[in-house]
Nanobody, 114 residues
Framework: QVQLVESGGGLVQAGGSLRLSCAAS????????MGWFRQAPGNQRELVAG???????NYADSVKGRFTISRDNAKNTLYLQMNDLKPEDTAVYYC????????WGQGTQVTVSS
């Protein structure tokens, strides 16, 4: 059974930082492309950052230079370091695995106050 469990969300002031984690089980993590998505109320879910099995990364323009995606294959864990957070970063953040048919985590709320 595949499980993706996000953690690390919370309330932070603008300019602050948070680090999200996604613990994966039931997948061969090292063979899975992984990503972070977010969805704000009334908006579609959007890709924030992705990382390939070889470590290649890509970012949405809105987070380039502020967010960093990384992975630890030994720990089956995906990370998203978020710095210089802005109110417009407020959303539910979801972990995504492209292993097999693809899987989603349950999401973690990030709220940035101005």
């Amino acid at each position: 059974q595949v499980q993706l469990v996000e953690s690390g969300g919370g309330l932070v002031q603008a300019g602050g930082s948070l680090r999200l984690s996604c613990a994966a089980s039931g997948v061969i993590f090292s063979m899975s492309g992984m990503g972070w998505f977010r969805q704000a109320p009334g908006n579609q879910r959007e890709l924030v950052a992705g990382i390939g099995t070889g470590g290649t990364t890509n970012y949405a323009d809105s987070v380039k230079g502020r967010f960093t995606i990384s992975r630890d294959n030994a720990k089956n864990t995906l990370y998203l370091q978020m710095n210089d957070l802005k109110p417009e970063d407020t959303a539910v953040y979801y972990c995504r695995s492209w292993y097999g048919r693809g899987y989603w985590g349950q999401g973690t709320q990030v709220t940035v106050s101005s």
